[in-house]
T-cell receptor, first 110, second 113 residues
Framework: QKEVEQNSGPLSVPEGAIASLNCTYS??????FFWYRQYSGKSPELIMF????GDKEDGRFTAQLNKASQYVSLLIRDSQPSDSATYLC??????????FGTGTRLKVLA | EAGVAQSPRYKIIEKRQSVAFWCNPISGHATLYWYQQILGQGPKLLIQ????????DSQLPKDRFSAERLKGVDSTLKIQPAKLEDSAVYLCASSPFSAYEQYFGPGTRLTVT
């Protein structure tokens, strides 16, 4: 089992819709969780981080963490074509390692 | 606040040659990471420094890769000799502490021919 699993996509959503990106992880000792956005040919940039169970909102982005079920998700409301990118899930594991998933490619259709 | 700096941005070398990459983290960030990102994959951690000490280098191919962070600030990553499969983007990132969010530099795209 991979330590961090993401559907590679592409996930296609129409402009203005909600995009839902999911990530599961295997280490129950994981402490902190991150979502990064990576445009083609660019380096990853941090969008959200979440440490506690529940929801965390920042503008159009909401991160959701459920430690019991070992998943973290990212919702993007009112999706825009500029949101088209690869979204990387990462976590700081119980073994003190920072681990990235392979990313989900999002396409927002105008 | 200046971001993470990396150089060079692009490098093309032949297999069996050597290459070095440089990274200067955000001022005051204690933790520095080097990642290898192959096209279509997520970043793979090569080495993590906390100040000038190595925290994790379990995925660093030590027969050909080496890295140092003298004085706990900037860092260099070296490959010697390079193989075709080393073609990738090499990303440097820094964070205030190891469990915190990371900030990435622009990366170095390495092509080995």
């Amino acid at each position: 089992q991979k330590e961090v699993e993401q559907n590679s996509g592409p996930l296609s959503v129409p402009e203005g819709a909600i995009a839902s990106l999911n990530c599961t992880y295997s280490d129950r000792g994981s402490q902190s969780f991150f979502w990064y956005r990576q445009y083609s040919g660019k380096s990853p940039e941090l969008i959200m981080f979440i440490y506690s169970n529940g929801d965390k909102e920042d503008g159009r982005f909401t991160a959701q963490l459920n430690k019991a079920s070992q998943y973290v998700s990212l919702l993007i409301r009112d999706s825009q074509p500029s949101d088209s990118a690869t979204y990387l899930c990462a976590h700081f594991s119980g073994t003190y390692k920072y681990i990235f998933g392979t990313g989900t490619r999002l396409k927002v259709l105008a | 606040e200046a971001g993470v700096a990396q150089s060079p941005r692009y490098k093309i070398i032949e297999k069996r040659q050597s290459v070095a990459f440089w990274c200067n983290p955000i001022s005051g960030h204690a933790t520095l990471y080097w990642y290898q990102q192959i096209l279509g994959q997520g970043p793979k951690l090569l080495i993590q420094f906390q100040n000038n000490g190595v925290v994790d280098d379990s995925q660093l191919p030590k027969d050909r890769f080496s890295a140092e962070r003298l004085k706990g600030v900037d860092s260099t990553l070296k490959i010697q000799p390079a193989k075709l499969e080393d073609s990738a983007v090499y990303l440097c990132a820094s964070s205030p502490f190891s469990a915190y969010e990371q900030y990435f530099g622009p990366g170095t795209r390495l092509t080995v021919t």
